[in-house]
């Protein structure tokens, strides 16, 4: 045979091959495949559409055997984790290198971290993210409301909303407004506290966002703050559960409109406590809540008239 036929081959999308192992289930025709679906070459009915592995990316005989390609994509980072790091005292196999070699991969690694940006924008955007990721791990938020803080950050980049404000502040106002989109109850003290940022900084810097991206932040109620005050504040579950439904039936009669959440369900807890007969103390529930005890006695004389 000539090495013209054996290497004469194509390597379209659209070359169909047919297929013999099946037959058509609605008439018993040709079935042809290609690199996008499997067809009926006679009735035209679409067998299969979907051509993606979803199984494991190693190959191995057993468990032992299995290495990952890499680590997956991630918008928490700047390059998307696929950037690479020279590694230190050993080698790939784990085995230590004479120390020539040790002082070559340092000036290397060196190099690396200077020529690791291609402009001061990159540079920026892994700063921000940086500070992103330390603030989720400090307010104990999930990964999916880290990813969605990551992506707020990349987009108030791109539509150079940075221009003039620091990056801690945005990055303090992207963590603020992924946890109001998901509806988590956090404040604003609770994030620029962590953030080392003053408050109205970060305000200013949501209010920005917001009115940029259009955030789909829903108004935070009184009653989403009631389990986390509770627990700050050990309550047992009788004063939680009478605080919410307070708050609930408040929020029905449209009491809470215009209020402060936190310092409206410190006052829930409060009256919860009194009828329950436990006298929790204006200063503690004001005090969880970052509220005055002004507020909290204010909103209590609110649900006495107002709420049964």
Same mark, same amino acid.
């Given at each position: 045979m000539a090495t013209r036929d054996i290497y004469e081959s194509g390597f379209d999308e659209n070359v169909q091959t047919e297929s013999s192992a099946n037959q058509c289930p609605e008439c018993d025709g040709r079935v042809t495949t290609n690199a996008v679906e499997t067809v009926c070459e006679d009735c035209g009915l679409v067998i299969d559409e979907q051509r993606i592995d979803h199984g494991p990316e190693w190959r191995a005989y057993d468990d032992e055997e299995r290495e990952r390609t890499g680590a997956p994509l991630t918008a928490a980072r700047h *390059?998307?984790?696929?950037?690479?790091? &020279? !590694?230190?005292?050993? *080698?790939?196999?784990?085995?230590?290198?004479? !120390?020539?070699k040790r002082r070559r991969l340092t000036r290397m690694r060196r190099e690396q971290t200077r020529g690791r940006w291609r402009s001061k924008a990159e540079r920026n955007l892994a700063h921000g993210l940086g500070e992103v990721r330390r603030l989720a791990s400090a307010l104990e938020l999930s990964d999916s409301v880290r990813d969605q803080a990551c992506q707020l950050f990349r987009s108030a980049q791109n539509e150079d909303l940075l221009r003039g404000r620091s990056i801690e502040a945005i990055a303090a106002a992207s963590v603020y407004g992924a946890c109001r989109c998901n509806g988590r109850s956090r404040l604003v003290d609770d994030v620029?506290?962590?953030?080392?940022?003053?408050?109205? $900084? %970060? /305000?200013?810097?949501?209010? /920005?966002?917001?009115?940029?991206?259009?955030? =789909?932040?829903? =108004?935070?109620? #009184?009653?989403?703050? %009631? #389990?986390?005050?509770?627990? *700050?504040?050990?309550? #047992? *579950?009788? &004063?939680?559960? $009478?605080?919410?439904?307070?708050?609930?039936?408040?929020?029905?009669? !449209?009491? /809470?409109? !215009? %209020?402060? =959440?936190?310092?409206?369900?410190?006052a829930c807890l409060y009256k919860a406590g009194r009828e329950e007969g436990r006298w929790l103390t204006q200063s503690e529930a004001a005090d969880v809540a970052n509220a005055s005890r002004a507020t909290v006695r204010a909103h209590r004389d609110t649900l006495e008239e107002q709420v049964a």
């Open positions: *390059d998307r984790g696929l950037s690479t790091e &020279i !590694g230190r005292g050993t *080698d790939a196999k784990g085995n230590e290198i004479s !120390g020539q620029s506290e962590m953030a080392r940022v003053a408050e109205s $900084r %970060v /305000t200013n810097a949501y209010k /920005t966002l917001n009115e940029a991206l259009g955030l =789909p932040a829903e =108004p935070v109620s #009184p009653s989403m703050f %009631v #389990p986390r005050l509770a627990s *700050d504040l050990e309550c #047992p *579950d009788e &004063i939680r559960q $009478r605080a919410r439904a307070l708050a609930e039936e408040a929020e029905e009669r !449209g009491v /809470t409109t !215009g %209020v402060h =959440p936190a310092g409206f369900a410190a």
